[in-house]
């Protein structure tokens, strides 16, 4: 299997943030690779650099066997960056952006149309209307559109699904595996965790620091408790009592419920005991499986 | 007997020939945690800014916090909180300086500032950051002082617009903790959100589509109703998104 990316040990300072601390991975050929992380862990960053839109203070990187560093130039023909922020032309039309990104890298849209069919065709009943115009799923899919139209080996996203809704933020996944059928390589950031299901690889980065690597079903299995979800009505009543409980290690709220882990694993009557003292009367506890969240937790507070 | 701090009867708004809200039908009691939830165009911002007293309906009947939104607007406004996802917090004031002015506008007494200032920074464990400019600080601690501002005046009702995107998993519990927290005291919350999972903190959450609301019950309730194993699935099922 062909490396698409190949990084060791790339750091990035500004001025008194270390925004990537020597970071490795690599990305294989046709894989969807998702970064996961909250804003600030350095997600944009790295981007630039795989992008060679910023160079690295240290480390070395190779992109489709190239050397993002020197050489810029050929990479950028193959790589096709989506930006987090909206970066079309406003005041153009959509189907004027699309035109244009296609000059620009050289091609014509009826040459690649069929990459972008599936996409394009959403929003190509407006395609008269200004991109500044556009509602959020349709800018999200005219700035993929604008990103494919040169058929790149390489597909870079930057949180592509941040600020759109569940329907189209689930469209938009389906729509990038359905990119596969075409080799195009996938990196994608999000701060949402469960996105990272979507994806056959993902990095969980937090402050500059890869946490993991791995399969998002290994990472999830990877948390090394038992974990337990309590529920009951008093939600704020039940978490305070339960970190109060003694054999209670972490308990966070997660949903309609109370993500719990014991000293032993295990847990005996006296928790309802406990929770009777705040008034809890009627606390349900299951075993339950952990999420990518609770191994995401897990690993941030070690 | 739950007190509703929002009623809605028969809310329409429309923007020329344009709908956005169709004939919506609501209440949110207090000390609930609401979630208003809807795809893009859904309505939702349309009705957020009704219910905060910044727009007026075209007809029906808005109470939100006693006052009807179509006559007192203004008494609206005193007596809600809102935060919103782009921070309501100036960035070249610091911490302490935010607050007061916050304060300030809400028309509250000198030695009141003062000392819930004071009480607040503690709380929040934020003594450190008092003097910092806002743009120093880090944006899970933005949250929570933009949050902790919104509900500075102790109004009846905070509206929060997206207000968790983007910090850490730990950070967004602390977070929802504060909510949990504001609802305990009393202070009803409502909440809009893309992020189903967020959904899934709530008492009770609505979807809105098409300028309807869909579906309102317990996110328990939903799911059973539409045989979901998420909140999300429940969305996906029922509220396609305008192109």
């Not at chain 2, 019950?217 to 939903?222: C, F, I, K, R």
Request: hydrophobic share 40%; aromatic share 10%.
């Amino acid at each position: 299997m062909q490396k698409i990316i190949e990084a060791s040990g790339i750091s990035k300072k500004f001025e008194a943030t270390q925004a990537l601390k020597e970071i490795s991975f690599e990305v294989n050929e046709g894989e969807i690779f998702g970064f996961i992380g909250p804003d600030g862990a350095g997600k944009t960053t790295l981007f630039r650099i795989i992008t060679t839109l910023l160079l690295p203070d240290d480390g070395e990187i190779k992109v489709l066997g190239i050397d993002a560093i020197t050489g810029f130039k050929e990479l950028r023909k193959n790589i096709g960056y989506m930006p987090g922020r909206f970066s079309l032309y406003q005041d153009l039309s959509v189907e004027e952006n699309l035109n244009f990104y296609a000059t620009v890298f050289g091609t014509t849209v009826k040459e690649n149309y069929d990459l972008i069919a599936d996409i394009y065709s959403h929003i190509e009943p407006f395609k008269k209307r200004l991109a500044g115009k556009l509602s959020g799923g349709m800018k999200q899919k005219l700035a993929l559109s604008c990103a494919l139209i040169h058929k790149p080996r390489l597909l870079v996203l930057d949180e592509p699904t941040t600020g759109v809704d569940a329907v189209s933020r689930s469209e938009f996944w389906e729509m990038l595996k359905k990119l596969k059928q075409y080799n195009i390589t996938i990196v994608a950031s999000t701060p949402y965790m469960d996105e990272a299901m979507r994806c056959n690889r993902v990095a969980l980065i937090q402050n500059g620091n890869i946490l993991s690597i791995d399969d998002p079903k290994k990472i999830k299995e990877g948390f090394s408790r038992k974990l337990f979800s309590v529920r009951a009505a008093e939600k704020y009543r039940l978490i305070n009592s339960l970190r109060e409980y003694p054999e209670t290690l972490t308990a966070y709220p997660f949903g309609d419920s109370v993500h719990i882990t014991f000293r032993n694993d295990s847990y005996n009557d006296s928790i309802y005991e406990h929770l009777k003292k705040a008034g809890i009367e009627n606390a349900t506890i299951t075993e339950s499986e952990a999420g990518i969240e609770d191994r995401f937790l897990e690993l941030m507070s070690k | 007997m739950k007190e509703a701090v929002i009623t809605v009867k028969n809310l329409v708004k429309k923007f020329g020939s344009f709908t956005a809200n169709d004939n919506l039908n609501f209440e949110v009691y207090q000390g609930e945690i609401f979630g208003f939830l809807g795809a893009n165009g859904a309505g939702k911002t349309t009705a957020l800014r009704i219910l905060s007293g910044l727009s007026s309906p075209t007809s029906g009947e808005v109470i939100v916090a006693g006052y009807n939104a179509k006559k007192d607007p203004e008494k609206i406004k005193k007596n809600i909180g809102y935060m919103c996802q782009k921070f309501s917090l100036y960035e070249d004031l610091s911490t302490r300086e935010n607050i007061m002015l916050y304060g300030g506008i809400y028309g509250m007494s000198k030695t009141l500032i003062k000392r819930r200032t004071e009480d607040l920074l503690t709380k929040l464990n934020f003594r450190e950051y008092s003097d910092r400019m806002i743009s120093d600080l880090p944006l899970g601690l933005k949250q929570k002082l933009a949050f902790s501002v919104a509900v500075f005046h102790e109004p009846k009702i905070v509206f929060l617009d997206e207000p968790t995107g983007g910090v850490d998993p730990i950070t967004r519990r602390q977070f929802w903790e504060m909510i949990y927290e504001t609802a305990d005291r009393g202070i009803t919350v409502f909440v809009t959100t893309h992020y189903m999972d967020e959904a899934e903190y709530c008492d009770r959450i609505s979807i809105m589509s098409d300028g309807r609301i869909v579906a309102l019950d317990t996110p328990e309730a939903l799911k059973i109703q539409y045989g979901a194993e998420s909140v999300e699935d429940v969305f996906v099922k029922i509220a396609r998104p305008k192109p």
